[in-house]
């Protein structure tokens, strides 16, 4: 069993991308992997915004990024790139918080005029901190994922089949074959 930390890079509790990262969390546990989130927005911003690199919140989480052998990172893509908040958490970590470990991002976005921000904005920065092998990363336009008044998500058919195909391939690269591959 792998331990995946999965970071919500998001300014808001109740966005899309936190949201659909939270279901994909789901499918990773069900896989057999320990799951633990980080929601980026709950770090005091006077840490992010104030470099303390002592702050018990960052020495927190760059003890999370220690420990996990995965990380997922969503991001929503604001003026094509990553939020503002995940780069403040991201710049406060070690630079090579990411060394020997597999890396999954994920983003969200209104336009598809965005879904290179992965590649050319999120992708250098975690190579930069050392990550292993940064698997293949997914863009989902925001109109894919509808969430429910109980507060249910449902992602789109052809979306949702990218998306469990991404999870389970950066499962496999964690070393552990995706369980729930052959009943999707």
Known sequence: MATV?????????SSRTHRLLRHLDRRLTAQGHEVTPLDVRTVPAEALLGADFAHPAIVEA????????????????????????????LDLLP???LTGKTVLPLATGGTTAHVLAIDYALRPVLNSMGAAH???????????ITVHEDGTLSVASLTDEALTQVVDQFSTA??????????S
């Open 95 to 97: 630079q090579y918080a």
């Open 62 to 89: 760059a003890e999370l990024f220690a420990r996990a052998d995965g990380v997922v990172i969503a991001t929503p893509v604001y003026k094509a790139a990553y939020s503002g908040v995940l780069k403040a958490l």
């Open 134 to 144: 940064i698997v293949q990363g997914w863009f989902t336009l925001d109109k894919d």
């Open 174 to 183: 964690l070393g552990r074959t995706p369980l729930l591959a052959a009943a």
């Open 5 to 13: 930390l999965s970071v919500s890079g998001s300014p808001s509790a």
